[in-house]
């Protein structure tokens, strides 16, 4: 089975701080991805990795950076967290070419309080 | 990509098959048929993706019509587990790079005990 996990399923952290947030997957998958989700909204794709140390932006990628040091690890991190970055974040991870069969993790509700 | 309609809620008998259908009736040749779900409060579950052949996967089976304008999604023996918001997705297939995933309005599933 595809497994995706993230640090943590519920965070809560005050406007300013530094937030890292971790995705590892253990199926030797090229993509990974980090998107939100807020109601009425819809999924949003804030950046994507196709390789180690290879990033591209997605829709919605300020205010927010990545890094992939390792194939199975994705971090998305908040440089100074804004009430407006309250969300869920999901990671996702697929093989290279495999279009939108996207393997999810469970998700993190982040608040900025 | 192809626009898709689904039936914003269906409600299914426990232990019986549900099915859940999706029109997409401007879909061209090159676009598959992807079908995910999102249970309440979790990240969203890839199940199957098809092009015009029938395809079965552990989870479920999905049929597209020889015209390609209409698919369903079958769920052979629903459990309450089930219950959660089904989206159908139309994309293009790529060999290569990625593609974000965007959910439409979904169909919500309601498995009765």
């Known amino acids: 089975d595809v497994k995706v996990t993230q640090s943590s399923r519920y965070l809560v952290k005050r406007t300013g701080e530094k937030v890292f947030l971790e995705c590892v997957q253990d199926m030797d998958h090229e993509n990974m991805f980090w998107y939100r989700q807020d109601p009425g909204l819809g999924l949003r794709l804030i950046y994507f990795?196709?390789?180690?140390?290879?990033?591209e932006k997605g829709d919605i990628p300020e205010g927010y950076s990545v890094s992939r040091e390792k194939k199975e690890r994705f971090s998305l991190i908040l440089e100074s967290a804004s009430t407006n970055q309250t969300s869920m974040y999901l990671c996702?991870?697929?093989?290279f070419g495999s279009g939108i069969a996207q393997y999810f993790g469970p998700g993190t509700r982040l608040t900025v309080l | 990509d192809a626009k898709t309609t689904q039936p914003p809620s269906m409600d299914c008998a426990e232990g019986r098959a549900a099915n859940l259908p999706c029109n997409h009736s401007?879909?061209?040749?090159?676009?598959?048929v992807y079908w995910y779900r999102q249970i309440h409060s979790q990240g969203p579950q890839y199940i199957i993706h098809?092009?015009?052949n029938n395809e079965t996967n552990e989870m479920a089976s999905l049929i597209i019509t020889e015209d390609r304008k209409s698919s369903t999604l079958i769920l052979p023996h629903a459990t309450l587990r089930d219950t959660a918001v089904y989206y159908c997705i139309v994309r293009v297939g790529i060999s290569g790079g990625y593609q974000k995933v965007t959910f439409g309005t979904g169909t919500k599933l309601q498995v009765i005990p």
């Open positions: 098809g092009l015009k």
């Open positions: 990795s196709y390789d180690v140390k290879m990033k």
């Open positions: 401007t879909i061209s040749g090159n676009e598959y």
């Open positions: 996702a991870s697929s093989f």
